[in-house]
């Protein structure tokens, strides 16, 4: 007498595992997207991320510029109107075209570096049958001066403010000044390349969001980059 037929069995561990296997796929393509879609290849992801990390081609004083076929008031109108909306920060018109369109109008928006902001103006002229937007930027100066200020006034007089604090509330500190000077101003030095890297990466942020509001303004009036 034969015994039960295996193959049942067989099939249902087959099945198992394919199953198994569908839900691993399922959720290895879930968390590379966040969304259930299968994620693009791993050369192309690579590319655009090289992309973001690059920031803009051209240099931070030499902005590109815009070109429009529209009128240089309708190109401060439309910013104005951009501005309204909150997508171009401390937007403000420095000066208005003519009434006859002749004459170059200017704006500026704010650019913000974390620590050190800068300010974007653009000049808006006629040129034949298209009007051109320069743009042009400044570092805002008072960041710069309040941390000159402060680390100046942290190492002299803060030496000597430091040393008569240590002496009068520790009678065991030594009364020479020197000991204090040999190690506080060595600190205070310490700190200038940490200042200067805050400076480098702020002004690499402020480059970064310069071409995010140059590229607003490009699609506010309709036009296209050129190189300066």
């Known amino acids: 007498m034969k015994g039960p037929s295996k193959q049942p069995m067989c099939d249902m561990v087959r099945r198992a595992a394919w199953i198994r296997v569908n839900i691993r796929e399922s959720e290895c393509c879930m968390n590379a997207s966040g969304t259930g879609v299968t994620p693009p290849p791993t050369g192309e992801r690579e590319s655009d991320n090289e992309a973001e990390r690059a920031g803009p081609t051209w240099a931070l004083d030499a902005p590109p510029s815009v070109v429009t076929t529209k009128q240089p008031a309708e190109v401060l109108e439309g910013l104005s109107t951009l501005s309204r909306r909150g997508r171009l920060p401390g937007f403000r018109r420095l000066q208005e075209v003519r009434p006859d369109g002749s004459g170059a109008g200017r704006f500026a928006a704010d650019v913000f570096g974390l620590h050190y902001d800068r300010e974007l103006t653009g000049v808006v002229q006629r040129e034949g049958d298209r009007t051109r937007i320069v743009f042009t930027?400044?570092?805002?100066?008072?960041?710069?001066?309040?941390?000159?200020?402060?680390?100046?006034?942290?190492?002299?007089?803060?030496?000597?403010?430091?040393?008569?604090?240590?002496?009068?509330?520790?009678?065991?500190?030594?009364?020479?000044?020197?000991?204090?000077?040999?190690?506080?101003?060595?600190?205070?030095?310490?700190?200038?390349?940490?200042?200067?890297?805050?400076?480098?990466?702020?002004?690499?942020?402020?480059?970064?969001?310069?071409?995010?509001?140059?590229?607003?303004?490009?699609?506010?009036?309709?036009?296209?980059?050129?190189?300066?």
């Open 137 to 228: 930027s400044r570092l805002r100066k008072k960041m710069p001066v309040v941390i000159a200020v402060v680390f100046i006034l942290a190492t002299w007089p803060g030496a000597w403010l430091t040393h008569s604090m240590l002496e009068t509330y520790f009678g065991w500190y030594p009364s020479a000044s020197w000991v204090t000077y040999a190690w506080y101003i060595p600190l205070m030095l310490l700190s200038i390349p940490v200042l200067l890297r805050q400076y480098r990466v702020s002004m690499s942020t402020a480059h970064s969001e310069m071409a995010e509001v140059i590229e607003k303004v490009r699609a506010a009036v309709d036009g296209t980059l050129e190189q300066a």
